[in-house]
């Protein structure tokens, strides 16, 4: 079982930055998918943006790219997203969330579904 404890998040003005971190509780030695999920009220959950811990190159949804940056530490057990030039379509309830150890990221990180493990939320809020 594979605890995810996010923290960040708030109101920021059009243009501001805001980072969220998403730490694991339980220790693994073995790699997974990691991912951000996002959910606007009246929206559908969007995949945002997603790593392989293990390395490579990480995901992102197009309507973050260049804005957005997914990492992870050293450990590989705390994950984090840096969210620049913040827009008010930004505004949602962010979410981390794990595949079980071992799984990989593909062409289906964005979908919900398949990830084991959430975090609790974090409200983004961006104002003009």
């Known amino acids: 079982q594979v605890q995810l404890a996010q923290s960040g998040g708030g109101s920021v003005q059009t243009g501001e930055s805001l980072k969220l971190s998403c730490a694991a509780s339980t220790y693994t030695n073995r790699n997974r998918c990691m991912a951000w999920f996002r959910q606007a009220p009246g929206k559908e959950r969007e995949g945002v943006a997603a790593?392989?811990?293990?390395?490579?190159?990480?995901y992102y949804a197009d309507s973050v790219k260049g804005r957005f940056t997914i990492s992870r530490d050293f450990a590989g057990d705390t994950m984090f997203l840096q969210m620049n030039a913040l827009k008010p379509e930004d505004t949602a309830m962010y979410y981390c969330?794990?595949?079980?150890?071992?799984?990989?990221?593909?062409?289906?990180?964005?979908?919900?579904?398949?990830?084991?493990?959430w975090g609790q939320g974090t409200q983004v809020t961006v104002s003009s």
């Open positions: 790593l392989y811990t293990g390395g490579g190159s990480p």
């Open positions: 969330a794990s595949r079980p150890p071992g799984s990989v990221c593909g062409q289906t990180w964005s979908a919900g579904g398949t990830y084991d493990y």
